[in-house]
């Protein structure tokens, strides 16, 4: 079984700063992407920002310049860092990974964590 569980999230001022942190754990063999998306309040879950496993990232144009992703291979684990934080960045946010989970099974599988609120007010 395989667990992904996100940290970091919380309340901040417009302006402010946040990282959020997800670790996956459990019978890992390989992780490809893994990705942070946002799901406001009311609205549809998106995504924010992915990196593949050669360090390759894509965002979403609203966060380039703003928010950094990175991983840390060795220990499973991607980061978010979000910088000059807007009220439009309130949203609970999901880590994603595509992961493998054995040597002699090929497939790779989608994995979501629970979700970690963010909320950007004065």
């Known amino acids: 079984q395989v667990q992904l569980v996100e940290s970091g999230g919380g309340l901040v001022q417009p302006g402010g700063s946040l990282t959020l942190s997800c670790a996956a754990s459990?019978?890992?063999?390989?992780?490809?992407?893994m990705a942070w998306y946002r799901q406001p309040p009311g609205k549809q879950r998106d995504l924010v920002a992915g990196i593949m496993s050669d360090g390759r990232t894509v965002y979403v144009d609203s966060v380039k310049g703003r928010f950094t992703v990175s991983r840390a291979n060795a220990e499973n684990t991607v980061l978010l860092e979000m910088n000059a934080l807007e009220p439009e960045d309130t949203a609970v946010y999901y880590c994603?990974?595509?992961?493998?989970?054995?040597?002699?099974?090929?497939?790779?599988?989608?994995?979501w964590g629970q979700g970690t609120q963010v909320t950007v007010s004065s």
């Open positions: 994603n990974a595509d992961i493998r989970t054995a040597r002699d099974d090929a497939r790779w599988y989608d994995y």
């Open positions: 459990g019978s890992i063999f390989g992780i490809k992407t």
